[in-house]
């Protein structure tokens, strides 16, 4: 599968962004998606995570009840919707999958197969 991520952009402190994530290939359906940010010098990390279905998700402590990550299988895509942004949001944000037998979430960035090209965030004070 191959992904394209976009809708990043610059934002001000208590804005909002939503990105997208497109895939190509066939059964969508049956990859695990997440999202990972990395800003500048410092190490990739874990955003959110998104089961197979989409029933179940999961949030770093960092953005839980700010972030929402959604999917639709009929169109290919995930998303991550940002609200309340703040400045340490500000990173290059990429999409992930993984196919799995299983409708769970992954949150280890080891556990992923496909990345994204990253869609940069930069959130402004």
């Known amino acids: 599968v191959q992904l394209q991520a976009s809708g990043g952009g610059l934002v001000q402190a208590g804005g909002s962004l939503r990105l997208s994530c497109a895939a190509s290939?066939?059964?969508?359906?049956?990859?695990?998606m997440g999202w990972f940010r990395q800003a500048p010098g410092k190490e990739r990390e874990f955003v959110a995570a998104i089961s197979r279905s989409g029933f179940t998700m999961y949030y770093a402590d960092s953005v839980k009840g700010r972030f929402t990550i959604s999917r639709d299988n009929a169109e290919r895509a995930v998303y991550l919707q940002m609200n309340i942004l703040k400045p340490e949001d500000t990173a290059v944000y990429y999409c992930?999958?993984?196919?799995?037998?299983?409708?769970?979430?992954?949150?280890?960035?080891?556990?992923?197969?496909?990345w994204g090209q990253g869609t940069q965030v930069t959130v402004s004070s």
């Open positions: 290939g066939r059964s969508f359906s049956t990859y695990a």
């Open positions: 992930a999958a993984c196919p799995l037998l299983k409708d769970t979430i992954l949150t280890s960035i080891r556990q992923y197969e496909y």
